[in-house]
């Protein structure tokens, strides 16, 4: 007889209309069958938990505090038929584990704080001048840095890129309006 096949109810628990003692009847509602396999379930993983903890124990006719050799391979064991298969756990609505890690791009640069640029205009074209954005910028701010003006290379033309710029037109000789068109950039190797 099997799990399923036990009835609790005391009122038809006997075939014999008289109440006398004979087999109990195989009838059970669906919800008591899963609480006594929920429970065959608790007793099992009770067990495995006291099994576990009486192997772990140390052996006492060692002298060391560590378990036994053969305790921890019966553990070993005991843990592997407890533990099912990832497979088993994967169903319709799941989907297997992947062994890829997920991937995170570096954020943006963000834009610094300028007064006097509320936004940034990515250009790849001369001129550059005051709130442009992009590599042209970082090609500048390179040369600029290059030629004895240490300003950051970011890619943002702020009011720090602008004063380089005309300090080195100044020193250059060109006009010192801050915007890199063409003598400028020909003065900076861009080009």
Known sequence: MSDD??????????????????????????????????????????????????LTAPDESSSTDSPS???????ETVTTIASPPVSSLVGP?????????????PPPPTAPTD???PSYDVTDALPVQLCDEGDLVIEVQ?????????IGVDGFF???????????QAREGLEQDGVVGPQTASALGIG
């Open 93 to 105: 609505t799941t989907a297997a584990p992947t062994s890829s890690a997920p991937t995170t791009e």
């Open 115 to 117: 007064p006097r640029c």
């Open 142 to 150: 390179t040369a600029l840095t290059e030629t004895g003006f240490p």
């Open 5 to 54: 096949d036990i009835n609790l109810d005391p009122a038809t628990s006997s075939d014999d209309p008289e109440g006398g003692d004979t087999e109990p009847s195989a009838t059970l509602p669906d919800w008591s069958a899963a609480v006594l396999r929920g429970g065959a379930t608790i007793v099992a993983a009770g067990i495995v938990l006291a099994l576990a903890l009486a």
């Open 158 to 168: 702020t009011s720090t890129t602008e004063d380089a710029v005309i300090e080195f």
């Open 69 to 75: 050799t053969s305790a921890t391979a019966a553990l």
